[in-house]
């Protein structure tokens, strides 16, 4: 019997199953039908409007400034490099990377051993050239005396020969005297001629004296200026840089040893694009003494002067492009030959120009303004400069307009947009303060204290401006909703 009972209780449940089955798809069979007799309706479609960046424009006065990237040099770098070759007996304290030195300074020594030893024969050597001066001066006079005596001799000799031959035309004189006395005049006359050509010989000798006397001079000079040469001075004021002497070294004549550097007349070196350097030039096609701005950003610390451009590149180096530009540095502040420092390059006023951002410029030179009804207009501008992440733009049909700061593929003539202008959110307001009673400060203050997860410096700032005559409502409202009202 209870097998009986239990098969019966069994199929009851199951025909209770399967009923309710039946009862449930005939509902859905009957939804379906209701939903597919209904009448379908189209949806209505509504336009999309894209949220924009957008920038008013304003005409004004811009100074459009090139950036460049050069290098520090120093208008003034004379090379240590010795004329003399020999040992470094002497060497100044100074004498090492960084070392300051005044003009005239003594830097370093080379022996002079040498040096002096040839200055002292060339003293000698002019002092023998001297003494043959002095000799060659006297033998000139003694045969310019010798030569006057002769003549004078030669005179009287002619004197008597021209007497005897008077006396012979007379009859009182004989031919033998008057040959006589013709031989002794003409042995005068030859005795002149000797005495001339001493004399002669005297000049030429005071004249090769003379020249001797200046050749030592010439070799004297020579030695006196490589003596100095062994002693090398300061020709400015500067420091030393690159320094490769070591006092009792060996070097030979025109080794470079250093370098000395005049800090304060420096110079930076820079190139830009052609297009640039023209904006550069004045209309004779001269190129204008434009101010620069000259920073060395290394890290956050920035150390930054100022300078005039002065000349440019006489050529281009094979491989470069653009033009090299050269600026004079008004003062150094910290700047050192060899830095690498930005260029800023300031160009001259333009009036009646907007700067907007350089992704609101198309390609194509356009822009996308927004009418009075906030739908996009394709607007043609004239691009004048680049600014880093901004451009320079002519476009007086633009200004007191809005236009789209951030152009996407997205954004085209006609479209529907809601701008939202930078600058133009609106201010926050100030909280809102309330004066609490007694009762309720206190309170307040006693739910504070008693929050055991609440940290401690939290808890004295809030009880601080629980204690005040003002606090604020929200405050107020957020202890009081977690104490329960």
Do not use: C, H
């Not at 003379?210 to 040469?229: M, S, V």
């Not at 003494?289 to 610390?301: E, K, N, Q, S």
């Not at 930078?422 to 203050?445: D, F, N, Q, T, Y």
Request: charged share 30%; aromatic share 4%; no cysteine.
């Amino acid at each position: 019997m209870r097998f009986f009972r239990r098969g019966l209780t069994g199929l009851s449940i199951l025909a209770l199953t399967l009923g309710l089955l039946a009862y449930g798809g005939l509902l859905v069979r009957g939804a379906v039908q209701e939903r597919m007799a209904k009448e379908s309706r189209v949806p209505q479609v509504r336009e999309r409007v894209f949220s924009v960046n957008a920038q008013r424009v304003t005409g004004e006065q811009v100074t459009p400034v090139l950036t460049a990237y050069g290098e520090i040099k120093s208008q003034r770098t004379l090379e240590i490099r010795p004329a003399v070759g020999g040992m470094i007996t002497q060497m100044s304290e100074n004498f090492v990377d960084g070392g300051s030195f005044a003009k005239g300074d003594v830097m370093l020594r080379i022996d002079d051993a040498d040096a002096r030893a040839a200055f002292e024969s060339a003293e000698a050597d002019v002092l023998d050239a001297e003494a043959e001066v002095r000799d060659a001066a006297r033998a000139l006079k003694l045969a310019k005396d010798e030569t006057e005596n002769a003549q004078e001799q030669a005179d009287l000799r002619i004197r008597a020969f021209e007497r005897q031959q008077d006396l012979r035309k007379r009859g009182v004189g004989t031919d033998t005297a008057v040959e006589v006395a013709e031989l002794a005049a003409s042995s005068a006359k030859a005795a002149v001629l000797t005495r001339r050509q001493a004399l002669a010989q005297a000049e030429a000798r005071v004249d090769g004296s003379a020249t001797r006397l200046l050749r030592a001079k010439i070799a004297l000079a020579d030695a006196e200026r490589r003596l100095g040469e062994t002693e090398i001075t300061a020709r400015f004021d500067g420091m030393l840089a690159s320094v490769k002497a070591v006092e009792g070294r060996l070097v030979s004549s025109n080794e470079r040893l250093a370098e000395l550097v005049d800090p304060r007349e420096l110079e930076v070196a820079f190139r830009i694009s052609t297009q640039d350097y023209s904006l550069l030039l004045d209309a004779e096609g001269a190129l204008k003494p434009a101010r620069v701005r000259v920073v060395l950003d290394d890290f956050g610390v920035n150390l930054a002067t100022e300078g005039v451009l002065t000349r440019e590149g006489a050529a281009n180096t094979t491989g470069l492009t653009g033009r090299a530009l050269f600026a004079r540095l008004d003062q150094a502040k910290g700047l050192k030959p060899g830095d690498f420092v930005t260029v800023e390059l300031q160009e001259a006023p333009l009036e009646n120009v907007a700067i907007v951002p350089a992704t609101a410029l198309g390609v194509d030179n356009t822009v996308l303004k927004i009418n009075d009804e906030n739908r996009l207009e394709l607007v043609k501008v004239e691009l004048l400069r680049r600014q880093g992440d901004s451009v320079i733009i002519a476009a007086p049909e633009l200004y007191g307009a809005l236009v789209v700061s951030k152009r996407t593929p997205l954004l085209g003539p006609g479209i529907s947009v809601k701008p939202l202008v930078a600058g133009a959110a609106p201010k926050a307001e100030p909280p809102a303060m309330i004066e609490l009673s007694e009762e309720r400060r206190g309170k307040l203050m006693d739910a504070v204290k008693a929050n055991g997860r609440m940290p401690e410096d939290v808890k004295t700032r809030l009880l601080t401006r629980l204690a005040e005559k003002q606090v604020p409502a929200a405050m107020v409202e957020r202890i009081e909703s977690r104490m329960g009202g």
